[in-house]
C-alpha cells in the first residue's frame, strides 16, 4: 500500500519564526566587509525586503550605514531612498552602488555642489570634508585618523588596470588654505612606501605652480596593457563638481580592450 509522499522541492516547508539563526555574520575575510562597524550581512537584507516588498516598490532607510538595505533593495528591483548624516556612509554607498550595480542610477542630494558649499563643510568639519572629496574621485576612506595615526593617506582606490589586476592608488585630500610642495613630495614618499602605482591629490584651494612641476616630475604609470596616465595628479575640488577626471583605465575600458564583454553585468549578478 502506497503511503503518503512528499517531495522537498514541492514543500512550502516551515514558515520563519522570529528567531532567524541561519545566516551567518560577516566573517573577518568576507568580500563583502566594508570596515563599517554596524554593517548586517546583505542576505539579512535580502530576507527583510523580499518578505516585505515587491519588485518596484518603495525600499527607505533613513539610517542607511553602510548602505546594505539599499544595496540590497538594488538587487531585488525595488526603488529606494537612503539617508545618513555623515559622508563616511555616503561615499561607501556610492562606492559600493557603483562597484556591485555600475548600470544603477541613483542621484545623492544635500551633499556640496559648488566651492563655497565645499569651503564651508571644510571648516566646520575636516574629517566630512574628507570623506566627501574621496567620492569626487570614487575613492574609499583609508584608516580611522579620528583614532589617531596619520599614515598620510585619506583614501585609496584599485583602478583595475588588466583582467586580472588591479593597482593600489593612494589619495591625499587638504581642506585648509596653505598649500605647499612639500604636500606633493609628501604624498610622493607615501607612494614610494606604499608601493603604490598612482597618486591623486585633491585641494579645495588652487594648487601652486611649485606643487605642479613637483607632480609633472613623478613621471607616468604604464599599465599591462599599455596605457599610460600621470603617475601624480592634482585636481582642486571645483574642477572635479566641474566634471574633470582621474586619468586612469574605468573597468568597462580594461575589459573592452582585453577583448571581455559584459563583466559589469556578471558582476552584478554575482553578488
Ligand atoms: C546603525 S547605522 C545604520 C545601519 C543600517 N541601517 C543597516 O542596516 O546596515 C546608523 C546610521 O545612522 C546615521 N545617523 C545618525 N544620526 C542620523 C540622523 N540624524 N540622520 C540621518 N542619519 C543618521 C549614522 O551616521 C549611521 O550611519
Not at 12 to 30: A, E, Y
Not at 238 to 257: C, R
Request: glycine fraction near 10%.
Amino acid at each position: 500500500m502506497d503511503g503518503l509522499k512528499t517531495y522537498l522541492d514541492e514543500t512550502k516547508g516551515k514558515p520563519f519564526t522570529t528567531n532567524w539563526t541561519d545566516v551567518d555574520r560577516i566573517g573577518n575575510t568576507s568580500g563583502e566587509r566594508l570596515g563599517y562597524q554596524t554593517q548586517k550581512p546583505v542576505a539579512l537584507l535580502e530576507r527583510i525586503i523580499s518578505a516585505s516588498s515587491d519588485e518596484g516598490d518603495v525600499v527607505l532607510d533613513p539610517f542607511c550605514g553602510c548602505g546594505t538595505t539599499i544595496a540590497a533593495a538594488e538587487k531585488l528591483r525595488r526603488r529606494w531612498l537612503g539617508i545618513d548624516v555623515t559622508y563616511l556612509a555616503i561615499n561607501l554607498i556610492e562606492n559600493r552602488l557603483k562597484e556591485h550595480f555600475p548600470n544603477s542610477k541613483f542621484e545623492v542630494t544635500g551633499t556640496p555642489k559648488d566651492f563655497a558649499s565645499a569651503r564651508d563643510l571644510a571648516r566646520r568639519d575636516k574629517h566630512q570634508f574628507e570623506w566627501w572629496a574621496l567620492s569626487l574621485v570614487g575613492a574609499r576612506p583609508y584608516g580611522d585618523k579620528k583614532k589617531g595615526g596619520d599614515t598620510g593617506i585619506d583614501g585609496i582606490k584599485y583602478p583595475r588596470v588588466s583582467p586580472t589586476e588591479t593597482v593600489k592608488t593612494v589619495v591625499s585630500v587638504k581642506g585648509g588654505e596653505h598649500l605647499a610642495p612639500t604636500m606633493v613630495r609628501d604624498l610622493k614618499g607615501v607612494m614610494e612606501r606604499e608601493n603604490a602605482a598612482m597618486g591623486i591629490f585633491i585641494s579645495l584651494e588652487e594648487p601652486t605652480a611649485g606643487m605642479k612641476k613637483e607632480a609633472a616630475s613623478t613621471g607616468v604609470y604604464k599599465t599591462p596593457l599599455g596605457a599610460t596616465y600621470p603617475k601624480l595628479q592634482i585636481f582642486t575640488v571645483e574642477e572635479l563638481l566641474s566634471g574633470a577626471k582621474v586619468h586612469a583605465p574605468s573597468q568597462d575600458e580594461t575589459f573592452k580592450k582585453a577583448g571581455f564583454i559584459d563583466t559589469a553585468k556578471q558582476q552584478e549578478m554575482e553578488y
